[in-house]
């Protein structure tokens, strides 16, 4: 948490904008909310908002460089002897553990998915993050193994990890969905990484990411 008065500020001011950006999006739609009526809304000019946010979706998508830092950072801290794969799974339980907003599956973030489905816009965006995110966890692999970024093991591994996250995600929503119970959309969600997870290993067996 920055100390000084100018930072915490600019941070007051983001998440002001955002918060009241997603709260219109939800609303009304991602795609018929314009950064003026954002600007209205959060109380600021229109060049406040561009300042802290250049793309309108990346109001929506606003705790995208918090998803990527908490990638970045499980390969480091993971235990001696567990593999970089398997810190993901151990990853995905420990958030589900602190209830992050990140595998949140419940009324409120069912929201949330609506809005990204109803806009072509957002589902692109994501679809980027979604890539975006892979090179992340190829990169982090293949630092806590001594290897190139570019190492085609570490890619493999990481394309692997994030389609299997995309699916438990998805499915855990559709889950939720269906029961309205977050539960069981989370055993869902926890099952799939798990199993996942184990076809990842399979398929890097005898790589030092296994």
């Known amino acids: 948490m920055p100390s000084?008065?100018?930072?915490?500020?600019?941070?007051?001011?983001?998440?002001?904008?955002?918060?009241?950006?997603?709260?219109?999006?939800?609303?009304?739609?991602f795609d018929h909310v314009t950064v003026d009526e954002i600007a209205e809304a959060a109380d600021v000019g229109r060049m406040t908002v561009f300042n802290h946010f250049p793309r309108k979706e990346d109001m929506f998508f606003d705790r995208d460089e918090e998803g990527r830092e908490i990638l970045r950072d499980?390969?480091?801290?993971?235990?001696?002897?567990?593999?970089s794969i398997e810190t993901y799974r151990l990853l995905a339980h420990r958030l589900v553990a602190e209830q992050s907003p990140a595998v949140e599956f419940s009324a409120r973030s069912q929201g949330?998915?609506?809005?990204?489905?109803?806009?072509?816009?957002?589902?692109?965006?994501?679809r980027a993050i979604r890539d975006e995110l892979a090179q992340v966890v190829a990169v982090?692999?293949?630092?806590?193994?001594?290897?190139?970024?570019?190492?085609?093991?570490?890619?493999?591994?990481?394309?692997?990890?994030?389609?299997?996250?995309?699916?438990?995600?998805?499915e855990a929503h559709r889950t939720f969905r269906r029961t309205r119970e977050t539960m069981d959309a989370t055993a869902t969600f926890l099952a799939l990484v798990d199993q996942g997870t184990n076809g990842v290993k399979a398929a890097?067996?005898?790589t030092p990411y296994a």
């Open 4 to 29: 000084d008065r100018r930072s915490r500020k600019r941070l007051a001011t983001r998440q002001s904008i955002s918060d009241a950006a997603t709260l219109l999006f939800i609303e009304r739609g």
């Open 74 to 83: 499980a390969p480091r801290r993971r235990d001696p002897g567990v593999s």
């Open 112 to 126: 949330f998915i609506a809005t990204v489905e109803a806009s072509e816009t957002l589902k692109a965006r994501a």
């Open 140 to 170: 982090a692999l293949s630092e806590c193994v001594g290897r190139e970024p570019t190492d085609p093991d570490a890619r493999l591994a990481a394309s692997l990890l994030l389609a299997t996250w995309t699916v438990a995600f998805n």
């Open 204 to 206: 890097m067996a005898g």
